[in-house]
């Protein structure tokens, strides 16, 4: 195939972008900017991204000006995935269907079944209406991020009417699998795992909208979470992504796409899109990792199914609190550490987008929740040993771990 980059977005057409269908709900037909109007496509292919400077200065912490990304052949990943074989299906979203695949890790050429790198690779279903645009999103923006909680793209595929996309491969799937799917063989995550997870996203999201051109996410949501073998969270899917408004103005204005039950009220009423609609967004999973339930579910009884209108007025109260936290994690959380948990997630709720923190800010509170949980921890630790110190005999186990 043999496309570079700047020509990869400089071809705006496509034969297959009338024809692809989307997860997503969109409803006006807009596609502007406050500064005027302009596609996903040239806005970032502008390279008016800040080039790596700033507060970016580690090395897995950056934007690069031109993304050092692999192109590879449809038949390259046909055979990394022994021929899209069903036994290698990892999962299916809205853009098609995700397979595991093996490359050597030096030369990225496809390897053996169980040797070299594991890798996902998202394979484009043609049926879907907005997938060239989306994939052509996902290489613009991921292609030129690195940041340890943004899943790393590796490369893509365009031959002929076929489109992939190439990942680092996450052993531990998304976080909806985790919350949500019943599967008596898989541990319900842990409270500290919860806080872990929703602290790695929300260093995601901050790092997205800080820098100097701000990068809005939009399609926040647990799907798009995926967890590393040690539960770091990775966003994925930047489909919908979008430049943040110009200097001098507070949002951008767009086509609302999104999903629904995450999407943040002023963007589906006016299709206004803030970056604060991002920390909406963070507050729907927020309140999903501490009740366990999906932000929408249309199999629960009726007034119950948007989770954020009915759950919302009980995280104001103590007791009620209690109440809706998911009892499968019941004695994992100090109370202190809940309640704020809760308080956080409200103030991203918040309807007025002005109202709500930044994720600089989130990040800040977050981190003082795991503070409490490691402090009650030690305390309850303290307890523990001088208990065994005063009474050896009955706590004969805790008594050998202070020996
Ligand atoms: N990099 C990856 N590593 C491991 N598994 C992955 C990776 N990317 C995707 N998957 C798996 O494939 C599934 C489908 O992912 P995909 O992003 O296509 O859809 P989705 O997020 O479930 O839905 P949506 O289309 O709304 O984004 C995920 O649930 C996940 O289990
Ligand atoms: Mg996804």
């Known amino acids: 195939m043999g496309l570079c980059f700047s020509s ?39 390279g008016s991204i800040d080039g790596g400077g700033g507060s970016q200065n580690q090395d897995e912490d950056k934007i690069v000006e031109r993304p050092n990304l692999k192109v590879f052949s449809f038949g ?31 030369t990225l050429n496809p390897a053996k079944s169980g040797t070299g790198i594991v890798v996902a690779i998202k394979k484009l279903n043609q049926e879907s209406t907005q997938g060239f645009q989306e994939w052509q999103s996902e290489v613009n923006f991921l292609g030129r991020l690195s940041h340890p909680n943004l899943v790393k793209l590796l490369g893509y595929c365009w031959d002929d009417d076929e489109l992939l996309l190439v990942y680092e491969f996450l052993p531990k799937g998304s976080l909806e699998n985790h919350l949500f799917r019943r599967n008596p063989n898989i541990e319900p995550l842990s409270w500290n795992a919860r806080i872990k997870i929703a602290t790695g996203a929300a260093r995601g999201l901050a790092f997205l909208h800080s820098s100097e051109k701000q990068i809005i996410y939009r399609d926040f949501k647990a799907s798009n979470i995926l967890l590393d073998g040690n539960y770091n969270a990775k966003l994925s899917d930047f489909g919908l992504a979008k430049l943040g408004p110009s200097a001098g103005e507070s949002h951008v204005t767009t086509r609302v796409m999104g999903t ?86 409200l103030k991203c709720l918040e309807h007025d987008p002005r109202n709500r923190p930044s994720m600089k800010e989130v990040v800040e509170s977050l981190e003082g929740i795991e503070a409490i949980q490691d402090k009650s921890k030690e305390s309850k630790n303290r307890k523990m040993r001088s208990a065994a110190i005063q009474h050896p005999q009955q706590h004969g186990r805790a008594r050998q771990r202070v020996t």
Do not use: C
């Open 260 to 345: 629904y039950g995450y999407a943040a009220p002023e963007y589906i009423a006016t299709g206004h899109l803030y970056v604060k609609s991002d920390v909406y967004g963070f507050g729907v999973v927020l309140l999903e990792i501490l009740t366990g339930m999906r932000a929408l579910d249309t199999k629960r009884p009726t007034g119950q199914q948007n989770l954020v209108e009915w759950v919302k007025p009980n995280l104001y109260n103590k007791k009620k609190l209690k109440t809706i936290m998911d009892a499968r994690i019941e004695s994992q959380y100090s109370f202190k550490a809940a309640l704020q948990a809760a308080q956080l997630t």
């Open 76 to 106: 390259e990943l046909k055979s990394a995935t022994k021929g899209f074989r069903s036994d290698t299906l990892l999962g299916e979203g809205g853009f098609g269907k995700v397979y595991k695949g093996w490359l050597d890790e030096k």
């Open 8 to 46: 990869l977005f400089s071809s705006p057409s496509n034969p297959n972008s009338s024809s692809l269908k989307t997860p997503h709900f969109s409803a006006t037909t807009t596609a502007s900017t406050s500064s005027g109007v302009k596609s996903q496509f040239s806005e970032i292919g502008s």
